[in-house]
């Protein structure tokens, strides 16, 4: 058995492989992290592992002969959210010598061991608070631009880009990761003063969700003016608090 604690897309790439190359009558994949409703999408740490992913993997020449010895092995997926091709029907394709099964019914008689896995795993998930993850500047003085300048700052699957000249500052989304990548430069700038979210995705959605966590935690700089946010057509809540 291999546990994996917030994992990078490369990782669980290889470890899957290693899953399916290796001889067994039962092998049982569980995702339990963050997914994208609607696509079945895993959010890693530095990447989406999607439907397309796992098809490149059982379609690999050596799983492909690997599991060809194969003819009543069963593979059961385990994951938080179902959505896109993310369905027996598909996966049956893919390995049509595996009885495949996609969130398999609860089996488990007796919960003891269960609960002593996870009080274990509990002490290895403990998700950094945003005050330490976003830490505020020690350093005197602010940057401020004379003439037009554009910075890109990278983060994994996503960017994140500011504009500013001078009297005006412009940041456009906010990449991938949690940390997010252009804190370090604009907690020197006294304002930011519009912010543009161009979209509702895994790769924009946590860099400025930390940020405006942040911001609404304690004042620090910048200050914020306004913002901008791309999510088309609302719905209203139903009476229960959910989605229609």
């Known amino acids: 058995m291999t546990v994996l604690l917030n994992p990078r897309l490369q990782t669980v790439r290889e470890k899957i492989h290693s899953l399916l190359l290796t001889p067994s009558h039962y092998r049982h994949l569980l995702y339990s992290g963050l997914a994208l409703h609607g696509t079945g999408c895993w959010i890693l740490q530095d990447g989406i592992f999607t439907f397309s992913c796992l098809s490149e993997l059982l379609q690999r020449t050596d799983v492909a ?34 009885k495949v099964r996609l969130n398999p019914p609860k089996s488990v008689k007796k919960e003891d061991g269960m609960v002593q896995f996870t009080d274990i795993l509990s002490h290895s998930l403990k ?18 631009f004379q003439r037009p300048t ?67 935690t304690e004042k620090t700089s910048p200050d914020l003016g306004v913002v901008y946010l791309n999510i088309g057509e609302t719905k209203p809540l139903a009476p229960n608090g959910a989605l229609p």
């Open 65 to 98: 002969d690997a599991l060809g010895h194969e003819s009543d092995g069963v593979f059961d997926i385990s994951t938080l959210a179902e959505g896109g091709s993310w369905n027996e029907g598909s996966l049956k394709k893919l390995a049509p010598r595996l």
């Open 127 to 144: 998700a950094l608070p945003c005050l330490e993850l976003l830490q505020a500047t020690d350093i005197v003085g602010n940057i401020s």
């Open 150 to 216: 554009i910075y890109i700052f990278p983060a994994g699957r996503g960017d994140s880009a500011l504009f500013g000249i001078s009297g005006f500052n412009l940041l456009v989304n906010g990449g991938y990761c949690r940390r997010s990548c252009f804190w370090q430069f604009i907690r020197h700038l006294l304002r930011i003063d519009a912010i543009v979210v161009s979209h509702i995705a895994p790769d924009n959605i946590f860099g400025i969700s930390s940020f405006f966590e942040r911001k609404a």
